[in-house]
């Protein structure tokens, strides 16, 4: 090859090595950088709703790590310190909070009212005063509600299938917590119409639901009905433990408590929130304002059944609400 051959190669190589240089340049710039989705949950048995909205997101296309990463703040049940959480979170600089639970969608609340906020697993965010409307919230929220108050009349329904002989019922409130202070008028109503007397019993934290899971409830009350609550929820092991060992039935809001132990549950399941909340961060991240994004009910209602719960406490799941539960549990 002549030196004017050669020449000539190397430039030919310089441009074409130049021109490739520049596309790559121009595709890492038409990336968008990664959208910023800060968490706040309680964490423990609350993890299926963070899991759900992971695998929602998947399925409209969002990959983690490559078109968003989380924010987490994971308060492990702990319900003292949230205005620090929130804070902390917003340190991330979110481009937009999915938050999890009443108390913990109050402390985002409080903490923001420009960056949007994506709740789940609230039980009626309007009596909570988060929303002006279900229509519009007229401000940075949007959501699923589990309209857990308003299924209050259908558990006790269930209760009176699977045991008809109770009369009295003990309704554990965490008093603290809007959600289960939001639910008892309903509680209050669905008794009357069943005929059931309450038996109420309000903890304020750990140390007093201790001091109740050490008095004597069977003789006392016929059954357990808890009303939501992050407290209820992260102890709902020992709860569970406690009816099994007082041979009490025990009706709950949602199927988590079921796998943990309780015998039933009518409500929402915690991954079915998450994947139908990921849709509402969707229609967030793609431009849509919380306000004109409606908040939804649950898109779906399990009832959930424990063979095992009921066998030791020395009851007979009946065949006809064997035969329409969604999940039944060994």
């Given at each position: 090859m002549n030196s004017v051959n050669a020449k000539l190669l190397i430039v030919a190589t310089c441009v074409m090595a130049t021109a490739s240089w520049l596309v790559c340049a121009e595709n890492v710039k038409a990336q968008p950088a990664p959208v910023n989705i800060g968490v706040l949950t309680p964490g423990?048995?609350?993890?299926?709703?963070?899991?759900?909205?992971r695998e929602g997101l998947a399925k409209l296309g969002y990959r983690e790590g490559k078109?968003?990463?989380?924010?987490i703040e994971d308060t492990k049940g702990d319900l003292g310190n949230l205005p620090a959480r929130a804070a902390k979170l917003l340190e991330a600089k979110p481009d937009l909070i999915f938050v999890v639970s009443t108390a913990i969608t109050a402390a985002a609340k409080r903490a923001t009212q420009s960056v949007p906020i994506v709740f789940s697993v609230v039980g009626d965010p309007l009596q909570a005063q988060f929303i002006a409307s279900y229509a519009s919230s007229r401000n940075n929220l949007t959501g699923v509600s589990t309209s857990v108050a308003l299924l209050t009349a259908k558990r006790l329904e269930l209760l009176k299938e699977l045991a008809p002989r109770a009369k009295s019922i003990m309704?554990?409130?965490?008093?603290?917590?809007a959600t289960a202070r939001i639910?008892?008028?309903?509680?209050?109503?669905?008794?009357?119409?069943?005929?059931?007397?309450?038996?109420?019993?309000?903890v304020a934290n750990l140390a007093e639901l201790e001091k109740l899971f050490a008095e004597k409830w069977s003789g006392t009350v016929d059954a357990v009905f808890p009303?939501?609550?992050?407290?209820?929820?992260?102890?709902?092991?020992t709860l569970a433990a406690k009816v099994s060992k007082e041979r009490l039935p025990m009706i709950v809001n949602d199927d988590s408590w079921v796998k943990a132990g309780a015998m039933a549950s009518y409500g929402t399941d915690y991954p079915s929130i998450g994947r139908q909340s990921a849709k509402l961060v969707v229609k967030v991240l793609r431009g849509a304002k919380p306000a004109d994004v409606p908040v939804e009910p649950p898109e779906v209602l399990v009832l959930s059944l424990n063979r095992s719960a009921a066998k030791a406490i020395g009851l007979k799941l009946p065949d006809k609400v064997l035969e329409r539960a969604d999940n039944i549990f060994d």
């Open positions: 423990l048995t609350y993890t299926p709703v963070l899991e759900g909205l078109n968003f990463a989380f924010s309704a554990i409130v965490s008093i603290n917590e639910a008892l008028p309903y509680l209050d109503e669905s008794a009357k119409k069943f005929g059931y007397q309450v038996v109420r019993r309000d009303l939501p609550g992050v407290l209820l929820t992260t102890n709902i092991g």
